[in-house]
């Protein structure tokens, strides 16, 4: 037996590293000096917050502890004025002083900090990535300080960073071409026709996430001339892999529409209430992506949409039939219906919902407010060799009967009914003491009982909130 005193210190950092809880962490090394050494040594990522006081010297003592780190995380959501002063300026050029291999860097909710403080990063050669979530005092000036310094700079994400509105470090990070993962959310300044300014570094972008604030949107006039300029400008963006559309203007041959059909790897695609998005963009997109595994579309209500157009925008079963014919290895689909939907204008009929079934190999399907899916839909799942997981939400047209068909489909091991009105206790009886689900969740569905779902899963979650019928 070798003792824990001869074991190589490369071994026990591997046994550190698969200790994720940092409380467990903390404990293993104070249980002697040679583990709490090398822990130290071994410590790369550090988050801090609201226990972080006084902050600076809290700060300070633990970067002195930790040499090596390269991913901080300074996260104040929740913080009181009775917590303690917040991390500001300061804390970040103790930051940049202290850890030379800073390569992450997210700061959230840090109310504190300003331009200032961003720049003092600008002698973190090696960052990477850097992610501000509600840090409301940090403006273009500051983003460009740190991209202009920053030459590695591969990822970016910006959440509710509302006073950035100087877009010159985009146009910088554009020149760069180093930027694989850009998300950008609720960012009142930065629109859609923002992005065009990326330029050539559209050509290494894998991942992009872009949400526009719904409440911002009808109330600022975009710049048209910004959005035109996408026409004029070929944007290279064969290796994006996935893209996140939020809110977005899709209005046709201008804006995000210019990339749907130039992304020739794309693996996963998620338009949420993006309005414009015509079924001729779509098979655009499913022409050109034959590694789609995973889409999610959810449609925007006729409330939405620009008045008095020539032609509807509605996507309809063609989105569908080109994606069941040209995707081959779509895995996994999500349709959703916005709340101003009514049943007979559905979308998505349940003969392109079915294409979609038969001719792809796809594992999870999430339907919300598809009206147009009923019992004879779930009947025909049941001929799907590949179907392991199905989310109903607000589905009002499945009853028991429809139900029923769950303990013949082959592979199906996950259900989730939510909200749907037209289910009851003696769905569930067929499955009763089956084993055939490993989870079954049933949420305010309110003709359905905790007693009648117990047994008809190895794993039942039952919830029942019915305020959102009043």
Same mark, same amino acid.
């Given at each position: 037996m070798v003792s824990m005193d001869n074991l190589p210190d490369q071994l026990i950092w591997e046994i550190f590293s698969?200790?994720?809880?940092?409380?467990d962490r903390n404990s293993i090394s104070l249980? =002697?000096? @040679? %583990?709490? /050494? *090398?822990?130290?040594?071994?410590?790369?990522?550090?988050?801090?917050?609201?226990? !972080?006081?006084?902050a600076n010297e809290a700060?300070?003592?633990? =970067?002195? @502890? %930790?040499? /090596? *780190?390269?991913?901080?995380?300074?996260?104040?959501?929740?913080?009181?004025?009775? !917590?303690?002063?917040?991390?500001?300026?300061?804390?970040?050029?103790?930051?940049?002083?202290?850890?030379?291999?800073?390569?992450?860097?997210?700061?959230?909710?840090?109310?504190?900090?300003?331009?200032?403080?961003?720049?003092?990063l600008a002698s973190c050669s090696k960052l990477s990535s850097l992610k501000l979530n509600f840090t409301p005092r940090i403006t273009g000036?500051?983003?460009?300080?740190?991209?202009?310094?920053?030459?590695?700079?591969?990822?970016?994400?910006?959440?509710r960073c509302l006073n950035i509105s100087n877009l010159e470090w985009l146009e910088c990070l554009g020149r760069q071409e180093t930027l694989q993962d850009l998300c950008i959310k609720n960012c009142r300044g930065i629109g859609e026709g923002a992005l065009v300014k990326l330029g050539p570094s559209w050509g290494n972008i894998k991942r992009l996430q872009f949400e526009v604030?719904?409440?911002?949107?009808?109330?600022?006039?975009?710049?048209?001339?910004?959005?035109?300029?996408w026409q004029k400008q070929r944007v290279p963006c064969e290796n994006m892999v996935e893209l996140t559309l939020t809110n977005c203007m899709v209005s046709p041959g201008r804006g995000l529409a210019c990339i749907l059909d130039k992304c020739k790897n794309l693996e996963e695609v998620h338009l949420d209430m993006c309005i414009g998005a015509r079924d001729c963009d779509i098979i655009g997109l499913a022409l050109n992506s034959?590694?789609?595994?995973?889409i999610s579309i959810r449609v925007p209500s006729d409330f939405s949409l620009p008045l008095l157009m020539e032609h509807p925008l509605r996507l309809t079963d063609s989105s569908l039939n080109s994606l069941a014919q040209n995707c081959r290895l779509l895995e996994s689909v999500s349709l959703s219906l916005s709340d101003g939907e009514f049943p007979l204008l559905s979308s998505f009929s349940l003969d392109g919902i079915l294409s979609l079934i038969k001719k792809c190999p796809v594992k999870s399907l999430y339907l919300d407010r598809v009206y147009s899916f009923n019992n004879t839909g779930m009947e025909a799942l049941c001929g799907s060799d590949h179907l392991q997981t199905l989310e109903l939400v607000r589905c009002q047209e499945i009853s028991d009967e429809g139900l029923e068909f769950v303990a013949r489909c082959p592979w199906l091991r996950v259900l989730r009914l939510t909200k749907c009105l037209g289910v009851t206790d003696d769905g569930f009886k067929p499955l009763i003491g089956s084993c055939k689900l490993e989870l079954l969740v049933v949420s305010d569905c309110p003709q359905v009982s905790l007693s009648g779902v117990q047994g008809a899963a190895k794993s039942v979650s039952y919830k029942l909130d019915l305020s959102w019928m009043y």
């Open positions: 698969r200790i994720k809880n940092t409380v249980a =002697c000096k @040679r %583990f709490h /050494n *090398l822990d130290n040594e071994q410590r790369k990522h550090l988050r801090v917050g609201c226990g !972080l006081n006084p700060l300070t003592s633990l =970067c002195h @502890r %930790f040499q /090596n *780190l390269n991913k901080v995380e300074i996260t104040y959501s929740g913080w009181m004025s009775k !917590l303690g002063k917040q991390l500001e300026d300061t804390g970040l050029f103790i930051l940049s002083s202290t850890c030379p291999f800073l390569t992450d860097l997210t700061l959230s909710y840090c109310t504190f900090i300003t331009d200032s403080g961003l720049t003092s000036s500051g983003l460009f300080s740190i991209v202009s310094a920053c030459k590695d700079l591969k990822k970016i994400h910006l959440l604030d719904s409440n911002y949107r009808y109330m600022k006039l975009y710049d048209r001339l910004a959005v035109d300029r034959k590694n789609l595994r995973a």
